[in-house]
Structure formats: structure tokens, C-alpha cells
């Protein structure tokens, strides 16, 4: 079992950047794959981006080239780089396991992007 605290949100203008991070607790995840998730509001929450174990990475067509998702299995720490914001990347983002089960979601990181 892992526990997630998300960090780094903030309000930012359109084309601004900021950088989440995740820290992880109660066990090692280095073997698992990793993933930044997103819900805005009215939305479904959403994966974004995944980092396999192996440092493997998959993006959501809606932020492929802006967003860079990484991760330090010593520190037990992911981060999500987001470059180019848009107004439409607001929501609250969470990190977790990105894998089949069940998610166990902490409170995320709230990214407001406006004007």
C-alpha cells in the first residue's frame, strides 16, 4: 500500500508552466507504473500521463508535447513538467498507480490556467 501526497499547483497564465510533484509512503513503487491523472470540472477523472517502471512514457493525446511526466525511485517521487498550459488543463491532478485495481486517491493539486 502506498499513500500519494501531490504538490506544486498553483494558479498560471495561459503558456506558463508549472511542475507537480508526487511524493509516495507505506512502500516502495519503483516496480509499478506510475501515472499523473486529472479531473476537471464536469469531467471524468482522466490519465494523462504514465511512466512504466522502466521509465517508459505515455501520453494523453491532449497534452502530448507539453506535459513530462518522470519519476526518482530512490526518492519514491513523480513529477509531471507541464509546459504550454491552456485554460482546458484546469482541474485537480492526482497521482497513482497506473495499473488495473483499485485506486486509493489522495487530495490532489488544484492547476487553475487564467487570464
Known amino acids: 500500500q502506498v499513500q500519494f501526497v501531490e504538490s506544486g499547483g498553483g494558479l498560471v497564465q495561459p503558456g506558463g508552466s508549472l511542475r507537480l510533484s508526487c511524493a509516495a509512503s507505506?512502500?516502495?513503487?519503483?516496480?509499478?507504473?506510475m501515472g499523473w491523472y486529472r479531473q476537471a470540472p464536469g469531467k471524468q477523472r482522466e490519465l494523462v500521463a504514465r511512466i512504466s517502471s522502466g521509465g517508459s512514457t505515455n501520453y494523453a493525446d491532449s497534452v502530448k508535447g507539453r506535459f513530462t511526466i518522470s519519476r526518482d525511485n530512490t526518492k519514491n517521487t513523480v513529477d509531471l513538467q507541464m509546459n504550454s498550459l491552456k485554460p482546458e488543463d484546469t482541474a485537480v491532478y492526482y497521482c497513482?498507480?497506473?495499473?488495473?485495481?483499485?485506486?486509493?486517491w489522495g487530495q490532489g493539486t488544484q492547476v487553475t490556467v487564467s487570464s
Open positions: 507505506g512502500r516502495i513503487f519503483r516496480n509499478y507504473a
Open positions: 497513482n498507480y497506473a495499473l488495473p485495481g483499485p485506486k486509493y
